[in-house]
């Protein structure tokens, strides 16, 4: 049924939890998918290649994206604009895949509210703050005040824990990915409420 029109996977969590270590631990794993490349305005990491990891634009190009109704929902997140575009999202889910977004709190809502009867969503994060605070400082890519700001929205963030569908302690890499790919194959299964009675017509019918 809906492995032909596809299902969402929602990732949220605090910057540091290892979203984006998970992803690539899982992407072999799991089947037909696209990973959604968001648009942001925040300056590029080292490390990092634009069209890749990110869209990198101006704070006056994402405005514009934003006044053409290109985005399926974006947010500021510390400071900076991040958006999903909807037109990937769209054919991807023409073809039948799953379509993983690392998103916030604030995009989740957005698509819960647009999309909830095929999303799934998995909140991941550290064991405690402390490691949090530990791993943020050890990846030295940020400066104090930015770790500052992530550790502030991290505990903001948490406290929204009860609107994921699934909550992942990143304790051990190998185990979250584990729980993760589970989760992400049985996302695929999630029943779209606009195609449930024609399943059942069909279903009836061939008697
Ligand atoms: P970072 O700057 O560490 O890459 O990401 C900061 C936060 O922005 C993370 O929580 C990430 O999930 C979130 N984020 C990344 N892309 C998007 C997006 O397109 N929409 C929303 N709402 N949040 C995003």
Request: net charge negative.
């Amino acid at each position: 049924m809906n492995k032909e029109t596809g299902a969402i996977l929602v990732l949220s969590g605090p910057s540091g939890a290892g979203k984006s270590s998970l992803i690539s631990k899982i992407i072999d794993h799991i089947g037909p998918h696209y990973f959604s490349i968001s648009t942001t305005t925040r300056p590029m990491r080292e490390g990092e290649v634009d069209g890749v990891h990110y869209h990198f634009v101006t704070e006056e190009a994402f405005k514009q994206d934003i006044e053409e109704e290109h985005f399926l929902e974006y947010a500021t997140v510390h400071g900076n604009y991040y958006g999903t575009s909807i037109k990937p999202v769209k054919e991807a889910l023409k073809d039948g895949k799953l379509v993983i977004f690392d998103i916030d709190v604030q995009g989740h809502d957005a698509v819960q509210n647009r999309l909830g009867d095929i999303t799934t969503s998995v909140f991941v994060t550290t064991p405690s703050l402390r490691e949090l605070k530990q791993r943020l400082d050890g990846r030295g890519t940020d400066a104090e005040e930015i770790i500052e700001k992530r550790i502030h929205m991290a505990k903001r963030e948490v406290q929204r824990i009860s609107e994921y569908d699934f909550l992942i302690i990143n304790d051990d890499l190998d185990e979250a990915a584990s729980y993760l790919i589970s989760i992400a194959n049985a996302a695929r299964l999630k029943v779209p409420s606009l195609e449930i009675s024609q399943f059942i017509q069909e279903w009836e019918a061939n008697a």
